[in-house]
């Protein structure tokens, strides 16, 4: 036997058990998209264009019957593996280079061999029909949302970020459907009950940011400052859009202007669009040119808290931000999706500070990023902000508060190390070298050590590649009345002598000043040598500018005090302090702060701060005191709030205190006097209801109500709008008085189909587990878990650790906390990332078990 047959018969051998030749190596043909596979295309595949058609018909469960073009150039003419994440029954037609071959198909991919490939250019055209799953198909709208992997459930493609690509894309729908896409429109040809548009060639776009929406909007359209903008929306509260369209339209003109002058690149794509989807997954998806947004986050009311106000200058600058980062300069894999984020967040934060202030930035920055990223990196399941990545069907398990919240807090150290103006140069450089390409974090950082003296690759150790938090704890001497010592220590949350280097402040307080010192902690123990010879002071207030990272110490003495510190930073960063000591088991126990906290609602005038002392008050009252507790406490927060809110001036802040009576109440009392609200939308004085309100007071009252009603009926009697009428019948089970449908529901969530709108099942499911309820709901819990997986297949990046959050945020009982031991323990070999999700979403659970209450 020669050589030559030899081989053959090897590849023969290799290709029958699932393997592909991919680049000149033999990479296995496996489900989802690894890190093998996507390394061998990246290297073998360039100039890739794709040509696409999807014939939408009205009826949304009819197939949508497609079509595709690609056109590719290949370094080495190997066999290649085109991602397809559908059965073979969808695939109708396959040609390669003008000749029809056979469909070999295998674990979601289509295999095409080597012979009918070349060097060269090479053109693939496929027949198929659309999978439903990323399109969102509604009654009367769809959108699709591809991110990170989905895009291959849909239509055949090479579904990794660095194969980025120009799409020609061309959708047949109802004539009476609007559509917006990644690219100007440039015909469109009416038929006789369609219609179909031809959009210009897009921009190049990795596969996850290749969008179109299509269905019954109404279209908006403004010229900004001699740039075009296009707005699809369905919202049908004329209220709301006189409210809003014009200021989502500015709010957009001013996040382009501020990242031009800051990054000195125009906008970089072809064309500004965004779309208001109903109960969108995500607060929002940034496709050049067809942005998609939660339409509640962009159509508010005149009773809208600042903070509404502020969050969505904050989501706009968010997507409006990945335009350069994460669109222009896309990572070249997903274990730096979170690179994206941060520049997004940090991006952001910073239009905010322009717009806002500093004083409101730095508050806002605090008390957006701070507890949320604690709350995972203080758990037995934190992950690193840089994690490991074997296959894009896992991309989704990376994301995640560290992503969004603790990589934010990273970034803006490193720029305090490395100065405002050499960070910016350094950006700077970083977008224009890998424009329209792909980066990695190791790019950037090489680049961003040319800009500074300070070691970035150990700095980037600690913060980027390794988990947790630090623990601070100070030491104080005197000589006299003269400090004569100070000094601050940090170890790891579990141990240890790692070192998060990083600057704040600590602030000494006296009966008549105060002084601020500066601590830089590069080491382990940090000694505030300018302490050295201060009066003793009457307290001191750690981390008094809520910059630096990690568990602080809490001074007693300040704690009396803490609502005559007069910076709300200040009063924010020592609420903070306070919360998670408190979940530490130190200074406080839950019931003690609980009582600090109820005096707080009564003389905070700050409204972002006070919705953080009642988020925490809340939080406590449900989730770490026994029910026995809540109810010798009760009576007094009812009636502490309520008289609260009736001596506080400020609408807003009436609003929150409003909102957390109604989270809080038990009392037939306040039951009656919700009900009365709701049923003669009579608001009390100086508060502004509208239906939203009225229809989660509804809720509230349906879930609190032990004899039959028909509230929720009525609440759907009084709805308009179509799209919020859907969701309220949608969670009327889950509230049911009836356990028997509710367990109903509960089963009915196994089923795929039911979990479609997954913004939907997660407030059901917060309903269902609510503490009230919890003594017919625990028994859903082992089932939940035993969905997780499944979850994770077939949700959209956020769903796990929503699905997990919404059913396990309000236990705290210790039958609770043993379904999760137990479910851990008998599945040794679980999803490592999934195992997080879990224990991060049931750390309370755990912490409550811990604490003496």
């Not at 300069?329 to 500093?358: I, Q, S």
């Not at 001596?647 to 006097?673: D, H, V």
């Not at 040794?828 to 811990?850: E, F």
């Amino acid at each position: 036997m020669n050589k030559v047959t030899k081989y053959f018969l090897l590849f023969s051998l290799l290709s029958a058990n699932g393997f592909a030749q991919q680049g000149g190596q033999k990479t296995a043909v496996e489900p989802g998209v690894s890190l093998a596979l996507a390394t061998a295309r990246s290297n073998n595949i360039s100039n890739i264009q794709y040509r696409l058609h999807f014939n939408i018909p009205a009826e949304q469960t009819a197939p949508i019957q497609s079509t595709e073009g690609i056109d590719f150039k290949l370094n080495k003419s190997d066999q290649l593996q085109i991602d397809f994440k559908q059965d073979v029954a969808h695939l109708k037609a396959i040609a390669v280079n003008g000749k029809a071959i056979n469909i070999d198909f295998k674990n979601e991919h289509i295999l095409v061999d080597q012979q009918y490939l070349k060097s060269g250019n090479n053109h693939i055209e496929i027949g198929f029909v659309a999978g439903n799953e990323s399109l969102n198909r509604n009654k009367d709208f769809l959108y699709a949302l591809f991110v990170p992997d989905h895009a291959r459930t849909v239509f055949p493609c090479f579904d990794q970020p660095d194969l980025k690509a120009n799409f020609l894309l061309s959708l047949t729908v109802p004539t009476d459907w609007k559509v917006m896409a990644n690219s100007v429109k440039k015909d469109s040809l009416k038929l006789a009950d369609a219609i179909t548009y031809h959009f210009k060639n897009s921009d190049q776009l990795p596969t996850y940011l290749f969008s179109f929406t299509a269905g019954k909007y109404t279209y908006v359209n403004r010229k900004m400052k001699d740039r075009d903008m296009e707005f699809l929306h369905r919202e049908t509260d004329s209220a709301k859009i006189k409210f809003s369209v014009d200021s989502v339209f500015v709010a957009h003109r001013d996040a382009i202007d501020f990242l031009e002058n800051w990054t000195a690149i125009k906008y970089p794509f072809q064309k500004v669009g965004f779309a208001g989807i109903p109960d969108f997954q995500f607060g929002g998806m940034e496709h050049p040119g067809e942005v998609q947004y939660k339409a509640s986050a962009l159509f508010l009311d005149q009773g809208a808290t600042k903070d509404q106000f502020i969050s969505r200058s904050n989501l706009i600058s968010h997507e409006t931000a990945h335009m350069w980062f994460g669109d222009l300069v896309t990572m070249k894999w997903f274990n730096d999706v979170w690179m994206k984020e941060v520049f997004a967040n940090f991006m952001a934060d910073k239009v905010t500070e322009k717009l806002m202030g500093k004083s409101t930035f730095d508050l806002k920055f605090l008390q957006d990023h701070y507890p949320a990223a604690y709350g995972v990196d203080r758990t037995l399941g934190a992950n690193p902000i840089r994690q490991q990545l074997e296959n894009l069907q896992e991309a989704g398990s990376m994301y995640g508060n560290i992503i969004y919240h603790k990589a934010p807090i990273m970034m803006r150290q490193l720029e305090l190390l490395m100065g405002k103006e050499n960070f910016q140069k350094g950006i700077r450089e970083y977008l224009k070298k890998y424009a329209y390409g792909n980066a990695t974090w190791n790019d950037l950082i090489t680049i961003l050590s040319q800009y500074t003296k300070s070691d970035l690759y150990s700095w980037n150790k600690v913060w980027v590649n390794e988990p947790g938090r630090p623990v601070f704890s100070y030491e104080i001497k005197y000589e006299g009345d003269k400090i004569s010592d100070l000094s601050l220590s940090q170890t790891g949350e579990t141990g240890g002598q790692r070192v998060w280097p990083q600057s704040f402040t600590v602030k000494l307080f006296y009966p008549t000043n105060s002084k601020v010192l500066t601590v830089n902690a590069m080491t382990a123990k940090t000694l505030v040598a300018e302490a050295k010879g201060l009066p003793k002071p009457q307290y001191i207030l750690f981390n008094a500018d809520g910059a630096g990272y990690g568990l602080f110490p809490v001074d007693q003495h300040m704690v009396a005090d803490v609502y005559n510190i007069a910076d709300p930073l200040e009063r924010a960063s020592a609420y903070i302090n306070c919360y998670e000591n408190m979940l530490s088991g130190k200074c406080f126990k839950p019931y003690e702060l609980m009582v600090i906290l109820l005096k707080g609602i009564t003389v905070e005038k700050n409204e972002m701060n006070l919705r953080l002392l009642t988020g925490y008050m809340t939080n406590i009252y449900w989730t770490f005191l026994p029910a026995d507790k809540r109810e010798s406490i009760n009576v007094l927060m009812e009636k502490t709030i309520w008289n609260a809110l009736i001596a506080e001036p400020l609408a807003n802040n009436k609003k929150i205190l409003f909102n957390a009576y109604q989270n809080i109440y038990q009392s037939p009392e306040a039951g009656k006097r919700l009900y009365d609200i709701w049923l003669k939308q009579s608001a009390p004085e100086g508060i502004k209801l509208q239906e939203d309100d009225y229809s989660s007071l509804a809720l509230t009252i349906a879930l609190k109500t032990d004899t039959i009603n028909n509230i929720l009926k009525e609440q759907l009697a009084r709805t308009k709008n179509e799209d919020r009428k859907n969701r309220l019948v949608y969670l009327m089970p889950a509230l049911s008085l009836d356990v028997k449908e509710r367990d109903n529901f509960f089963n009915s969530l196994k089923d795929r189909k039911n979990r479609r709108k997954e913004a939907w099942v997660t407030t059901a499911l917060a309903y269902l587990h609510h503490p009230i309820r919890q003594v017919t709901s625990e028994k859903y819990l082992p089932g939940s878990l035993d969905l997780l997986e499944e979850i994770q297949k077939t949700g959209d990046i956020f769903f796990p650790q929503s699905w997990l959050a919404a059913i396990f945020s309000g236990y705290n009982d210790k039958k609770a906390y043993a379904v999760v031991q137990d479910f851990l323990k008998s599945h040794p070999d679980y999803n490592p990332k999934l195992k997080d999700k879990i224990l991060q979403a049931t750390d309370n659970l755990r912490r409550a078990q811990q604490i003496v209450h």
